[in-house]
């Protein structure tokens, strides 16, 4: 069945500094969504990206979606202790009703 | 609006007990899943429904059952819990499959 890989599985970054967490799946995908789960909180809907090579932003995160629509990445800049918690990218096939999610990346913030 | 609501919070079991996690939605979600999250396997899909009747299985299904009477409600039911089954449960609901899922607040299940 379809899998969804993320890297790092931690992130550890100092405050100030840029970050980036990659999503891989092992099939094309119709689209792709990441979500924020702050410690002791529940996944929270960030963004949904749907075409090929479609570049988001939200303030200081920036999302990509592949050309192949098999992978995405979310890239923080000037990291802050707000962005502490764990991003996961979801996947869903273009033939399917299932939403597949990532094992997450954790990230955790020196100030 | 409560959006996604879970009960109970906090669940403790013996082994080969039953019960039934209940979730609940008041956005009209036709969409609607159950999640367990354990520590470093992210989330993983248990059971889904694409509207009132209709149920299928996810990545884990076995030891669950679940059942959509209505649009706003989708039970969680364990048969007889095992300690494998200690988690952290999430239900989901959403427009669609494609569209954003709003989570409820989950249920933390150990199961002794």
């Known amino acids: 069945g379809q899998q969804v890989m993320q890297i790092p599985q931690y992130q550890h970054v100092q405050e100030g500094e840029d970050f980036t967490t990659y999503c891989n799946s092992s099939t094309t995908l119709s689209n792709i969504q990441w979500y924020k789960q702050r410690p002791g909180g529940h996944p929270v809907f960030l963004i949904q990206l749907v075409k090929s090579g479609e570049v988001k932003k939200q303030k200081r995160l920036t999302f990509q979606f592949g050309e192949a629509k098999k992978n995405s990445s979310l890239h923080i800049t000037a990291t802050q202790t707000t962005d502490v918690g764990t991003y996961f990218c979801a996947g869903q096939e273009a033939a399917g009703n299932k939403l597949t999610f990532g094992g997450g990346t954790r990230v955790l913030v020196k100030p | 609006n409560a959006g996604v609501t879970q009960t109970p919070k906090f669940q403790v079991l013996k082994t080969g007990q039953s019960m039934t996690l209940q979730c609940a939605q008041d956005m009209n979600h036709e969409y609607m899943s159950w999640y367990r999250q354990d520590p470093g396997m992210g989330l993983r899909l248990i059971h889904y429904s694409v509207g009132a009747g209709i149920t299928d299985q996810g990545e884990v299904p076995n030891g669950y059952n679940v059942s959509r009477s209505t649009t706003e409600d989708f039970p969680l039911r364990l048969l007889s819990a095992a300690p494998s089954q200690t988690s952290v449960y999430f239900c989901?609901?959403?427009?669609?499959?494609?569209?954003?899922?709003?989570f409820g607040p989950g249920t933390r299940l150990t199961v002794l």
């Open positions: 989901a609901s959403s427009y669609s499959s494609m569209s954003t899922q709003y």
